[in-house]
């Protein structure tokens, strides 16, 4: 049975995390950490902790206090905020995966924590991008993505903390909003459409991004952690996708479910540099032959439920 401490449970993929988790492994065997408590369901439905990441003595104490097994560690910032502030977003970023690493090491707890599309550059193969290849990223969430990567390396090697993470592509949910990331066109363009039923990008046309439905994204990483860990020979991290669009792609299939809408552009020259630095597709044979990763939403299935899910919300 798992333990787990969850880091920014109350962030994008933390959200939705924490209910699956508590779902699979019981509610008091889930415990929901952030830095301000809220009222969401992930925040009320079972044991809850105040933790700042950059705090690690707070971390491993409430680690030590649950008796934890597993840490996720999700709290960090984004792409396009990370590059509008980088000495914070190197101090949170790293400074928290360090605290979140030794709270594992010490506590001897299985570890995750996400990677992503973003530590990959200019340089990086931009189709089928491989899982091993050239990663010189031109961010400092990049420059973060990476270091943590190898860090995480470091840990099972030297220590043999059970680390284990995942490249995500951008996230797509109708639970928690991102903020500050270069794909949140992709969860914003849905809730325009129910709103206003257009919506103006800041990605130009014809720039390509790997996606996936969050779903997917959560079984990804619950079947990740579950793995053989005999099979796992790219630990931190693997690439993982379900599919890739460009803005007029993601806009074509709304419109396919709800006549009328348009798309327009006023294009944001620091995200789209950001997102130019990134591939265009990445290849996910590896996670798919390690621990049979597999997903179920294509751009339209993900489109079909996005928008009956905000038409209730909203
Ligand atoms: N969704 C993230 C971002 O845009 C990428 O990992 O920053």
Same mark, same amino acid.
């Given at each position: !049975?798992?333990?787990?401490?969850?880091?920014?449970?109350?962030?994008?993929?933390?959200?939705?995390?924490?209910?699956?988790?508590?779902?699979?492994?019981?509610?008091?065997?889930?415990?929901?950490?952030?830095?301000?408590?809220?009222?969401?369901?992930?925040?009320?439905?079972?044991?809850?902790?105040?933790?700042?990441?950059?705090?690690?003595?707070? !971390?491993?104490?409430?680690?030590?206090?649950?008796?934890?097994?597993?840490?996720?560690?999700?709290?960090?910032?984004?792409?396009?905020?990370? &590059?509008?502030?980088?000495?914070?977003?190197?101090?949170?970023? !790293?400074?928290?995966?360090?605290?979140?690493?030794? *709270?594992?090491?010490?506590?001897?707890?299985?570890?995750?924590?996400?990677?992503?599309?973003?530590?990959?550059?200019?340089?990086?193969? %931009?189709?089928? *991008?491989?899982?091993?290849?050239?990663?010189?990223?031109? *961010?400092?969430?990049?420059?973060?993505?990476?270091?943590? &990567?190898?860090?995480?390396?470091?840990?099972?090697?030297?220590?043999?903390?059970?680390?284990?993470?995942?490249?995500?592509?951008?996230?797509?949910?109708?639970?928690?909003?991102?903020?500050?990331?270069?794909?949140?066109?992709?969860?914003?363009?849905?809730? &325009?459409?129910?709103?206003?039923?257009?919506?103006?990008?800041?990605?130009?046309?014809? *720039?390509?991004?790997?996606?996936?439905?969050?779903?997917?994204?959560?079984?990804?990483?619950?079947?990740?952690?579950?793995?053989?860990?005999?099979?796992?020979?790219?630990?931190?991290?693997?690439?993982?996708?379900?599919?890739?669009?460009?803005?007029?792609?993601?806009?074509?299939?709304?419109?396919?479910?709800?006549?009328?809408?348009?798309?327009?552009?006023?294009?944001?020259?620091?995200?789209?540099?950001?997102?130019?630095?990134?591939?265009?597709?990445?290849?996910?044979?590896?996670?798919?032959?390690?621990?049979?990763?597999?997903?179920?939403?294509?751009?339209?299935?993900?489109?079909?439920?996005?928008?009956?899910?905000?038409? %209730?919300?909203?």
């Amino acid at each position: !049975m798992k333990r787990i401490l969850i880091t920014g449970a109350l962030g994008q993929i933390g959200s939705e995390l924490t209910l699956r988790l508590r779902d699979i492994y019981g509610a008091d065997n889930v415990i929901a950490t952030d830095i301000k408590k809220n009222d969401s369901e992930a925040a009320q439905s079972g044991p809850f902790e105040t933790v700042d990441v950059t705090d690690g003595t707070r !971390m491993l104490e409430t680690a030590k206090k649950y008796n934890v097994d597993t840490v996720m560690h999700l709290a960090a910032l984004l792409s396009a905020t990370a &590059e509008a502030k980088p000495v914070f977003a190197w101090n949170l970023n !790293m400074g928290g995966l360090m605290n979140a690493l030794e *709270t594992a090491r010490e506590v001897k707890a299985q570890f995750f924590t996400p990677s992503s599309i973003g530590a990959f550059g200019p340089t990086t193969p %931009k189709d089928l *991008t491989p899982q091993d290849t050239i990663m010189r990223p031109s *961010t400092m969430y990049g420059v973060n993505k990476v270091a943590g &990567e190898l860090l995480a390396d470091y840990y099972f090697h030297k220590f043999g903390v059970d680390t284990r993470g995942l490249r995500f592509p951008g996230l797509i949910s109708y639970v928690a909003l991102p903020g500050g990331g270069t794909t949140d066109y992709a969860v914003e363009i849905y809730y &325009e459409a129910i709103k206003k039923g257009k919506y103006t990008s800041y990605i130009d046309k014809g *720039t390509y991004m790997d996606m996936m439905y969050m779903p997917d994204a959560l079984n990804a990483i619950v079947d990740l952690m579950e793995a053989d860990a005999s099979r796992l020979q790219h630990r931190n991290s693997f690439n993982v996708t379900a599919m890739s669009f460009a803005p007029e792609e993601i806009a074509a299939s709304i419109a396919n479910y709800l006549p009328g809408f348009e798309i327009s552009y006023a294009v944001d020259p620091d995200r789209q540099k950001i997102a130019d630095s990134w591939p265009n597709s990445i290849d996910a044979t590896a996670a798919k032959d390690e621990w049979g990763f597999k997903y179920e939403y294509n751009l339209d299935k993900m489109t079909v439920d996005m928008l009956e899910k905000l038409r %209730k919300k909203l």
